[in-house]
């Protein structure tokens, strides 16, 4: 979603604030701006499309001021143009605004009826006028700011300035996240640590409902009766964080080839590989007297969670009952105080699954979360989290996180099967030691790269895609197709390779890509009666396997992908790295933005 950064600072502000912007790139955006107090006035800088088109607008156009916000925005309201980028100004208030206000059209008549006019189509443009009334009142700013908040309905992170206030920014959180960083006499705020990482470590993390007063002097943080507040002052991990590509093209690239070791940090943390156990987890519930576990989750994380079921089922005889976020709340679904609820998110910040998680939450059972951000709301707001050591993830399409959730995932059913006691200790140690595999042969199956772009520069030349599998590469086939709508914006569709009869198969012709994963395991002939079904009509089909699946296969293929033979319980995380790579590959030779695709976002934190 949208990116939000002020600095209350004693030197020009504005190229530090564009510097903070690029760390929060990873978001997704469609404009940018930047705001400052200038000589007591408000003054802007706003540009249509990347940053780069601001910084060119602010060297033919400085902006002086040792006080300033700035944003990215990724459009809700109003398309994306420079008339609705942020800063909104209205009289003396500057505002940047991440989420939506819900019950904006209301406001918006309201206002108009009292006189204001509107110059963009966005909802944040209301609450610039809200305070602004308030002022022109004769309130003063922080209660102006105040009073506006308390009219406000949605999801929305805020920062206010003032016209001919050079030492106060007013931050709001309701929904999205803000932190506050701590400097030596100058102050920040942030949608994340790693917007701060180049100002401060020394963070606070507002709490939905928090408003804070910012400035040079320090923080006061009140809650939305006025009342004042404490939270804690803490150091974060996000200065450790370096966000470059390195000698790679893209962030996805380079986050593709860091999977073998983040999934090699991630599984040595929930393993002892050399006593062959998952290690013991202080858990807020016991896995042996569970009935059940919920699973939530969004996007990527959500085909992570479905990957799990079939661990958590199969090994440890756990039933497993999974919802996409957005749909888990609204069907009402029972749930018993002997089950437990998991939600999956890379950046911790989901509406969705934060919403989900209330739910549950409500319903008084226990909560964990899988996250990439231990800092992140969903983490603070869970009795206990299983991070993924994935480090920063800067590319919008996930890669190295879903691979992480999955070796986490992996790792709790295995703990959950021993403790339940479905699996044996030599079953538990075989396990183990096939998981500690993983990173070798994510290694091995990175060298696939050069045929694996060959493949992707067929598939620049079609539109629709289908993908097929069974058991867990049923949701690694939705991966794939989501990878590739995502990044390439060729259609894809992900089916249970089963389901093909049942409807798809009318979609094949000889003009038709169909992308089969199937490794040989115990249910291989069914797939290849599948993919017989494909040939039989032309369907051009590219079957990534292994050698034994390749030799049995025996069709002709339009592409034959051969992975080293491994483990079945590693087979989910590993190939998922060649349709992460073919999704990549096929992206950069149409020449798309690979690392921030159009209309995506990488933090969602609207419903």
């Known amino acids: ?259 073998p070791e983040v999934i090699s940090h991630t599984l040595a943390h929930y393993l002892d590989f050399a006593q062959g156990k998952a290690k013991p987890v202080d858990l807020p519930f016991d896995f042996a007297k569970l009935d059940r576990m919920a699973v939530s989750a969004c996007g990527t994380a959500y085909l992570a969670g479905l990957i799990g079921k079939y661990w958590f089922e199969r090994l440890g005889r756990l039933p497993i009952d999974i919802d996409i976020a957005s749909e888990f709340r609204y069907r009402e679904m029972p749930l018993s105080k002997s089950s437990a609820a998991l939600f999956i998110s890379q950046s911790g910040e989901t509406a969705d ?80 030691r096939q998981l500690s595999e993983a990173p070798r042969f994510a290694s091995q199956v990175l060298k696939l790269g050069e045929q694996i772009e060959k493949v992707a520069r067929e598939l620049t030349q079609v539109r629709h895609v289908l993908y097929l599998g069974r058991d867990t590469n049923y949701p690694l086939a939705m991966e794939g197709a989501l990878k590739l709508k995502e990044i390439s914006y060729i259609h894809g569709e992900g089916y249970a390779a089963g389901e093909l009869k049942h409807g798809p198969i009318a979609l094949v012709d000889e003009t038709m890509p169909v992308i089969v994963i199937a490794p040989h395991d115990r249910i291989f002939e069914k797939t290849v009666s599948n993919m017989q079904e494909v040939a039989a009509r032309g369907g051009r089909i590219i079957l990534i396997t292994d050698r034994k699946g390749a030799t049995q296969a025996s069709l002709k293929t339009m592409e034959t992908i051969i992975l080293p033979d491994m483990p079945e319980i590693i087979a989910p995380i590993i190939y998922a790295l060649p349709i992460q790579m073919l999704a990549y590959h096929t992206a950069v030779h149409m020449g798309t933005d690979v690392d921030q695709p159009r209309n995506l976002a990488k933090s969602v934190t609207v419903e």
């Not at 950064?5 to 930047?34: Q, T």
């Not at 990482?197 to 006025?226: C, K, M, N």
């Not at 190295?400 to 995932?409: E, G, I, N």
């Open 1 to 259: 979603m949208c990116g939000i950064v002020g600095i209350v600072g004693h030197s020009p502000v504005a190229p530090l604030i564009v510097d903070a912007l690029k760390r929060l790139e990873y978001r997704g955006y469609d404009s940018a701006g930047v705001a400052t107090v200038e000589g007591g006035q408000l003054a802007r800088r706003r540009a249509e499309g990347k940053l780069v088109n601001l910084e060119r607008r602010l060297q033919a156009e400085p902006l002086g001021g040792t006080i300033g916000i700035g944003h990215t925005r990724w459009a809700t309201h109003g398309v994306p143009n420079e008339t609705n980028a942020h800063p909104h100004f209205s009289r003396d208030v500057a505002i940047v605004h991440n989420g939506i206000i819900e019950n904006f059209a209301e406001l918006r008549a309201e206002l108009i009826a009292d006189g204001f006019e509107f110059a963009s189509e966005t909802d944040t443009e209301v609450v610039a006028h809200l305070i602004s009334r308030e002022l022109a009142r004769g309130t003063k700013p922080v209660g102006a700011a105040h009073n506006a908040l308390k009219r406000l309905e949605g999801a929305f992170a805020l920062a206010i300035m003032f016209r001919g206030d050079e030492d106060l920014i007013i931050g709001a959180r309701n929904g999205p996240p803000l932190a506050v960083g701590h400097g030596e006499g100058e102050m920040y705020l942030g949608s994340d640590a790693i917007a701060l990482a180049p100002f401060t470590d020394s963070i606070t993390y507002l709490e939905d409902g928090d408003w804070a007063v910012v400035q040079r002097g320090g923080l006061q943080i009140f809650d939305i009766s006025g009342t004042p507040v404490e939270r804690k002052r803490q150091r974060s991990i996000g200065s450790s964080f370096l966000v470059d590509k390195g000698n790679y093209r893209h962030f996805m690239e380079k986050e593709i080839h860091e999977q």
């Open 353 to 432: 699954t934060l919403a989900a998680l209330r739910y549950c939450r409500s319903a008084g059972i226990p909560i964990s979360a899988i996250v990439n951000v231990r800092e992140s709301t969903i983490a603070r707001e869970s009795d206990c989290i299983f991070p993924t050591l994935a480090g920063p993830e800067i590319g919008v399409a996930s890669t190295k996180a879903f691979t992480c959730q999955l070796s986490v995932l992996a790792a709790l059913a295995v703990r959950a099967a021993a403790v339940r006691g479905t699996i044996g200790g030599e079953n538990e140690k075989r396990l183990i």
